[in-house]
């Protein structure tokens, strides 16, 4: 099932990607060819997992990916909803923070054996997810800050301001996560 749901979504993605990747290019709107195209990238990217024998990420994990890219490439980049809802970079800052969290419960499962897991402290889990929630964010943040250097000018328009809310917004969704999975430790 999980493969399906992957094949199908990438394949969406990735048509929609290069239906508008071919739209703008012909309309001479070179950023948004360019989100297009980066669209088709990260659309294509989980059909890596097809490699693996067994998928470790559930269906929900799987959608939620697929959502971050909507989210962000089709309606806030291409639909340019970052410039007519000011709240939208923050909630998808937020929505990251949770999301990333969640893929931290799943590393937490690969990596831990079930045996062992008694052993581990509430604090290392809380800590190893809430790390990876805030790590996922600096390393956006700095993309975004690389991405106006070199090509757009148009990630941060906030400035320094942009970037604190939006780090301040992923570690409150990456925070909530941590207390969840502290809280839930034998079933998480």
């Known amino acids: 099932m999980k493969r399906k749901v992957i094949i199908i979504l990438s394949a969406i993605f990735m048509l929609i990607s290069i239906v508008l990747f071919i739209v703008y290019l012909m309309k001479g709107d070179s950023s948004r060819w360019q989100v297009a195209l980066g669209g088709f990238a990260v659309s294509a990217l989980p059909l890596l997992l097809l490699l693996l024998k067994q998928i470790p990420f559930n269906i929900p994990l799987i959608i939620g990916y697929y959502l971050t890219i909507l989210c962000t490439a089709f309606l806030g980049s291409i639909g340019s909803f970052y410039l007519h809802y000011k709240w939208w970079d923050s909630t998808l800052h937020f929505y990251k923070g949770l999301y990333v969290g969640f893929i ?85």
Request: net charge positive; glycine share 8%; charged share 20%.
């Open 104 to 188: 931290g419960i799943t590393l937490y499962k690969i990596c831990v054996p079930e045996r062992v897991r008694d052993d581990v402290s509430r604090w290392m889990i809380f800590l190893f997810i809430l790390s990876l929630s805030v790590s996922s964010s600096v390393l956006w943040e700095i993309y975004e800050f690389v991405g106006d250097l070199l090509f757009t000018h148009t990630m941060q328009r906030g400035g320094n301001k942009d970037t604190m809310y939006d780090l301040l917004s992923c570690i409150a969704g990456g925070l909530i996560v941590s207390i969840y999975a502290t809280a839930k430790k034998r079933t998480v």
